[in-house]
């Protein structure tokens, strides 16, 4: 079965770190970009961070820089998102893609949920208390 797992959503106060994991099964990240998405309710999903397998290229939400990190395993089925010094308006349902991206398109498009119509995972909850 040929999915996208992602996990490590919870409660934390403002200030704290959690870390996000998006597993595959089924295949390996080889070749493709992976990217967090997030939603809030009654809000669009917005990107937060890419990684690119193929070139280990990372992209960043501006609210992110700096707090966040994007991360790959050695043998490319996790991706990790750490999440550091977290705030209140972090808080979301944390969704994983990814898709074959050409690399030279990356930079442009990674944010764009329309992109990614191959794999999504499902969402975890991450909730930060002020």
């Known amino acids: 079965d040929v999915q996208l797992q992602a996990s490590g959503g919870g409660l934390v106060q403002a200030g704290g770190s959690l870390r996000l994991s998006c597993e595959a099964s089924g295949f390996t990240f080889d070749h493709y970009t992976i990217t967090w998405f997030r939603q809030a309710p009654g809000r669009r999903h917005e990107g937060v961070s890419c990684l690119s397998s193929t070139d280990g290229s990372t992209f960043y939400a501006d609210s992110v820089k700096g707090r966040f990190t994007i991360s790959i395993d050695s043998a490319k089925r996790t991706v990790f998102l750490q999440m550091n010094s977290l705030k209140s308006e972090d808080t979301a349902v944390y969704y994983c893609?990814?898709?074959?991206?050409?690399?030279?398109?990356?930079?442009?498009?990674?944010?764009?949920?329309?992109?990614?119509?191959?794999?999504w995972g499902q969402g975890t909850q991450v909730t930060v208390s002020s």
């Open positions: 893609a990814a898709e074959r991206i050409p690399p030279t398109l990356v930079q442009a498009t990674w944010s764009e949920p329309r992109v990614y119509t191959n794999y």
